[in-house]
């Protein structure tokens, strides 16, 4: 099932993991160096909404979405905001959280938040090269976590 959350965030052209019940999606307005999408794909517009099955999930794809991070960013701190305020579905903004600054393909993320709350409104947009390339990149992550 593809919901319209899903469609806004790319999918399937940003799709990075595919669960069950879940998507992990690069977000293609990067607020730090690895921001994704956790989508639930059902059409539940609340979070206790979901099936029981899909909250057992989150308990497989947290730790693998954070390992998978660990080893492309290293970050410091990860944040999970589950905003909805737009966007109906069930999903999670993923922001690996940093001092100092990241770099992948010669672009350099910042966190300009940090310490405090990320900064929704500085981003970094990808063209679809680097998108491609994050995303590659991503996924190697993802394949090679052992959880």
Not at 3 to 24: A, I
Not at 89 to 106: K, L, M, N, T, W
Request: negative net charge; proline residues 5%.
């Amino acid at each position: 099932m593809v919901n319209d959350t899903m469609r806004k965030f790319g999918f399937p052209e940003t799709l990075v993991r595919e669960y069950c019940h879940w998507v992990v999606l690069l977000r293609p307005a990067q607020v730090t160096k690895g921001s994704l999408v956790l989508c639930a794909k059902s059409e539940a517009e609340s979070f206790g909404a979901l099936e029981t099955e899909a909250f057992a999930e989150l308990a497989k794809i947290v730790p693998a979405i954070e390992q998978a991070l660990k080893c492309f960013c290293n970050y410091e701190r990860i944040n999970y905001l589950m905003l909805m305020m737009v966007d109906r579905q069930v999903h999670f903004h993923v922001f690996p959280r940093y001092a100092g600054e990241r770099i992948f393909d010669a672009t350099s993320f910042t966190d300009s938040g940090w310490p405090g709350p990320p900064d929704l409104k500085s981003v970094v947009a990808l063209n679809a090269d680097i998108l491609q390339s994050m995303q590659d990149a991503l996924e190697r992550q993802f394949c090679d976590s052992s959880v």
